[in-house]
């Protein structure tokens, strides 16, 4: 665990580059990172992305100002940021919490900020579909919502699921 902040794990650089690239961001899109620590995942945004980052610690948004090109920086916590700001993508190394319990609220927190067709990348612990009853959870609440949205609102884009995947290190 590092100094720098409660449940902060530093994201390697390079897995940072390839959540931004999965995350499929283009130009006039908007990005979020919330607890963006030092700025592995944020320093990868594609240009002409509207970029925002957020960090609860003052010694670590001190060292992400200056390694990212963010249109907004706020201190404070993903909690407490408002839902009525939208995003095409957040990509993500959510504080895991105990047992992985924290990540899953950001993952369903994070939903919630997303635009229309947004997508989300995150690092989750390994294990989290077998030991985390809310990840399942979560994700039949997102189809069951989707599902909904189709017979509505969305009746072209059929397609329409909530996904996972993982990557084994």
Do not use: C
């Amino acid at each position: 665990k590092s100094k720098e902040g409660h449940d902060y794990f530093p994201t390697p650089e390079p897995l940072g580059q390839k959540m931004v690239e999965w995350a499929g961001l283009g130009e006039g899109d908007r990005m979020l990172e919330p607890s963006a620590g030092h700025g592995a995942i944020a320093r990868w945004k594609p240009e002409g992305v509207d970029l925002t980052v957020i960090e609860p610690s003052d010694e670590l948004r001190s060292r992400l100002m200056l390694a990212v090109d963010a249109r907004r920086t706020e201190g404070g916590t993903f909690e407490d940021h408002a839902l009525m700001n939208k995003y095409d993508g957040i990509v993500m190394n959510p504080p895991f919490g105990t047992g992985g319990k924290l990540a899953v609220e950001h993952l369903a927190k994070a939903f919630r900020h997303l635009n229309q067709r947004g997508r989300i990348v995150a690092i989750i612990p390994e294990g989290i579909v077998e030991f985390v009853p809310e990840f399942s959870v979560l994700i039949a609440e997102i189809n069951e919502l989707l599902a909904g949205s189709k017979a509505d609102a969305f009746n072209a884009l059929p397609t329409w699921e909530a996904k996972y995947d993982f990557i084994k290190n």
